[in-house]
């Protein structure tokens, strides 16, 4: 299944017209077109590239008589004189005299790039010259020329997929996508240690399609696999104590950064302090995007302890097993994270959840605030 939403860039695009619904268009345009041939006229169809290769390649396919096929490239140069910019032709090699010539054009906007084409194509002395459009902007065409086939009339929205590209990205999309405003979905899962955030990210990352970072998880494969940021992160954490800020803070930037094409974010034991927190905040504003909201798992310490101490049988975490290191965790918390709340309260941006009850009743819970979010 194709996805509903992609992203590109720095921008999403919403699932817009399906391949079937393309190869449905395609194949009537060119039935259409080979109606309207003279009988045995053997015509020339060019492409404009880039954004034209898979209609044209699709639409050959679906053109059942002798055809000839080529494609020009419109490339813009600057112009040395005053002209300003001046696009040429490039790629007709074959003589055109005499043929008739059947444009398959992409999409057509403005119809600035469709003046070119007639423009150039004067010169060749064609029997007759045809514009083929997939896609038709109706709304912001300004200009009086032919156009002999439109695909589809579609609003005037910045379209990709099936070609069409945004700043070279988006071309092998199957389908069509439409620029969406849609902005990341970025939640803070916040709650004590042993709230259960770990488990509930799981589930919701799956549920929401984020990517879900847990610092904790981070800092403990780096230690397994001994690096530097392992290294020095095991001395604080072996003690519950929290690693350094800066620390922090850098390798949060670098997971981010490596999966910024995501929907979203759950960061999980990410802030753990003001400054941790200031610092995200500003991290996502200079990307354009923001933290929605801060989803907190509520659960009495008392319960906490005997979870963890639970947890610590299993889960090899000396973290987990020694209760004076889970009451410093839980003094870090108090201390230097439960604060967070108010940070997020501040900017309306705070959600407190019951986190007493089975994983999935908690689940539903925290689903009801994420819809929102
Ligand atoms: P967790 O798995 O979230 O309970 O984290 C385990 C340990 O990793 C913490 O006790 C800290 O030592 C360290 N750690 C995780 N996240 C942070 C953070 N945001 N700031 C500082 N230390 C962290």
Known sequence: MAKKIVKLHDKYFKKYISSKNIAKTIKK??????????????????????????????????????????????????????????????????????????????????????????????????????????????????????????????????????GLDYDNLGRNLKDIYQLTSIKMKNIVLFGPPGAGKGTQATKLKEKYNLVHISTGDVFRYNIKNKTELGILAKGFMDKGDLVPDEVTINMLKDEVNKNFNAQGFIFDGFPRTESQAKALDEFLAEKGEKINGMVALEVDEDLLVTRLLKRGETSGRPDDQDEVKIRNRFNEYETKTAILKDYFEAQNKYYGVDGVGSIDEITARLSIVFDKL
């Open 29 to 162: 345009l060119a039935k259409n077109v080979e109606a309207d041939l003279p009988k045995g006229e053997v015509p020339i169809f060019i492409g404009i590239l880039n954004g034209s290769f898979m209609f044209a390649a699709d639409f050959i396919r679906n053109y059942k008589g002798n055809c000839e096929i080529s494609f020009v490239k419109l490339a813009s140069y600057e112009g040395t004189k005053s002209v300003g910019k001046v696009k040429k032709l490039v790629g007709i090699n074959e003589s055109l005299k005499g043929r008739i010539v059947i444009i398959l054009e992409d999409i057509i906007d403005t119809g600035n790039t469709l003046e070119e084409i007639y423009e150039m194509f004067r010169e060749h002395h064609v029997k007759q010259l045809k514009i083929v459009t997939l896609f038709f902007k109706p709304d912001v065409f300004r200009k009086g020329l032919p156009i002999d086939y439109i695909g589809k009339s579609i609003p005037d929205k910045f379209i990709v997929g099936y």
